[in-house]
């Protein structure tokens, strides 16, 4: 049974999340969250593409992302996987698939959910029980958006603009918006979790 076809829009938003082959930990020390970050700088400039959220953990990673093009999103996650598949063997003498299966993706179609996918992407750490605030989780974009930290390769959310007038009311009532439990997490958390 062939693979069901991708739904890949010019100019959308979408959920990506990629998952080590036996849930492996692809990231082993601090260099290759580095080395993956380089990967990704230089294939969103290649492909005109932007990341707004994202969250590295040790077997899997999740972003939210937006093509210009729709052909560009599996050319650029193609790119991102092989070229950190061949350092990944190299560095580690590793012999086997890396990755299980392709990436799977899901289409943001409301622009209100860019927030909320931004939010689930931000507190995995959080639920996994690493941590129990965000922003002490050091591979992920929850310090671009709680304290401005400086990143190349976030462009920052539609959204985030509206939250306040100035970068410390938008912080403040973003970090507010992160950190607060919600009656419908688990049912977001359910859209969300590909």
């Known amino acids: 049974m062939g693979r069901k076809p991708r739904i890949v829009l010019d100019g959308s938003y979408y959920h990506v999340v990629q998952r080590g082959n036996d849930r492996r930990k692809?990231?082993?020390e601090s260099h290759d969250y580095d080395y993956f970050y380089s990967l990704l700088r230089k294939y969103l400039k290649r492909y005109h593409s932007f990341l707004y959220h994202y969250c590295l953990m040790s077997n899997h990673f999740h972003m939210l992302m937006k093509v210009t093009k729709a052909e560009d999103m599996s050319k650029l996650m193609q790119g991102v996987d092989l070229s950190y598949t061949l350092y990944y063997?190299?560095?580690y003498e590793f012999i086997g698939l890396l990755w299980q299966g392709r990436y799977k993706s899901i289409v943001i179609e409301r622009d209100?959910?860019?927030?909320d996918c931004g939010r689930y992407i931000e507190r995995n750490p959080v639920r996994a029980g690493i941590?129990?605030?965000?922003t002490n989780y050091e591979f992920s974009s929850s310090k671009f958006y709680f304290s401005g930290k400086e990143s190349s390769i976030?462009?920052?959310?539609?959204?985030?603009?509206s939250?306040?007038?100035d970068k410390h009311e938008r912080q403040t009532r973003y970090r507010d918006y992160v950190l607060e439990e919600r009656a419908y997490d688990k049912i977001l958390d359910r859209y969300f979790k590909l």
């Open 26 to 28: 692809i990231f082993l």
């Open 89 to 91: 063997k190299r560095k």
């Open 112 to 115: 209100d959910y860019l927030m």
């Open 131 to 134: 941590v129990t605030d965000p």
């Open 154 to 161: 976030i462009t920052e959310d539609i959204l985030y603009e």
């Open 163 to 165: 939250l306040g007038r």
